[in-house]
């Protein structure tokens, strides 16, 4: 299972020489998620999720990487081979606020609010945990071709869906457009590959062709035509490299570093609200989960 290994490589990311990057963490965090005290219910759990947050989500100044990328990159030469393959697995985490869908005896599906997948989830313990149509924070850890939660959750009251789901609607607008323009580019690096293919294709026959001609001023000819096919065999291969170029620097720049930027600060937004929820039942719900 995968729970000692973040354990250990959250362990691993908050001793020295990391300290005083935490406090930095911390003091952003309480940005957007409010102050967390220890007599608050839920202050171990709330201190788990800051954890995650710094681990997986938060962006290293100056990099495009997170604090999790780090260690691997510092470390890779000397961690245990099962502990370092667990990690690599861990930076295709799954963040999210989801929805109950199903509870089976072994496994819980979840509409990820942000992304609009269903997943399915390991967990033993679903019937115990959850029921359905419930709506929460939580991240799933690939782990050995399956996925599991952390198990550190925020759970919303299910009055709040509503309100949750507009603001997420809206939050996810430029990331919903980012993913478009990968589709599109998709579909071009896809048509330029075939055409590649092909162009290569005609240039092995016109090769074999080039081969069994023996007149001299003839075979020139067919030479020059050649280059003028390797020509446009690179003009595509330079194409191809343009648009991937493109979609990884969308994947990477509004997807991966303002993307989840933006749905972490929504989630911690949201969190910040349950937790006053938690703490003054008395004060009517659309007071609380507001704009």
């Known amino acids: ?32 998620a409010g102050e967390i005290y220890e007599d608050d219910k839920a202050y171990e759990t709330r201190m788990a999720l800051f954890l995650e947050w710094y681990l997986f989500d938060r962006i290293l100044a100056g990099t495009e990487t997170t604090q999790l990328d780090r260690l691997i990159e510092l470390n890779q030469s000397i961690w245990d081979e099962d502990y370092l393959e667990a990690c690599k697995g861990f930076t295709g985490n799954i963040f999210g606020i989801f929805i109950v869908k199903k509870i089976r005896d072994k496994e819980v599906t979840v509409l990820n609010l942000f992304d609009a997948m269903t997943y399915t989830v390991k967990e033993q313990d679903g019937k115990m945990m959850f029921d359905k149509n419930d709506i929460f924070q939580a991240r799933l850890l690939p ?15 299910r009055d709040a869906r509503k309100f949750i789901e507009n603001e997420i609607r809206d939050a996810i607008k430029e990331q919903t457009a980012s993913k478009s323009e990968i589709k599109k580019l998709n579909s071009s690096i896809e048509t330029l590959h075939k055409r590649l293919k092909k162009n290569r294709e005609k240039l092995e026959k016109f090769r074999n062709k080039i081969e069994s001609v023996s ?26 490299g343009s648009f991937e170029y493109k979609k990884e620097r969308i994947e990477i720049e509004k997807i991966k570093i303002e993307g989840r930027t933006v749905n972490c600060q929504l989630a911690h937004r949201l969190g910040y609200m349950q937790l006053k929820w938690e703490r003054s039942r008395q004060i009517d719900l659309k007071d609380i989960y507001t704009s």
């Not at 299972?1 to 952003?28: H, R």
């Not at 782990?143 to 009251?157: E, G, I, M, S, V």
Request: glycine share 2%.
């Open 215 to 240: 007149n001299e001023a003839k075979r020139a000819k067919l030479i020059v035509e050649e280059q003028n096919m390797l020509g446009a065999c690179a003009q595509l291969e330079q194409e191809i």
């Open 1 to 32: 299972m995968p729970w000692n290994y973040l354990e250990k490589i959250i362990n691993d990311g908050t001793q020295e020489p990391y300290s005083k990057d935490l406090v930095e963490a911390k003091s952003e965090y309480h940005k957007t």
């Open 143 to 157: 782990y050995q071709d399956a996925l599991y939660f952390t198990r550190n959750f925020c759970f919303h009251p």
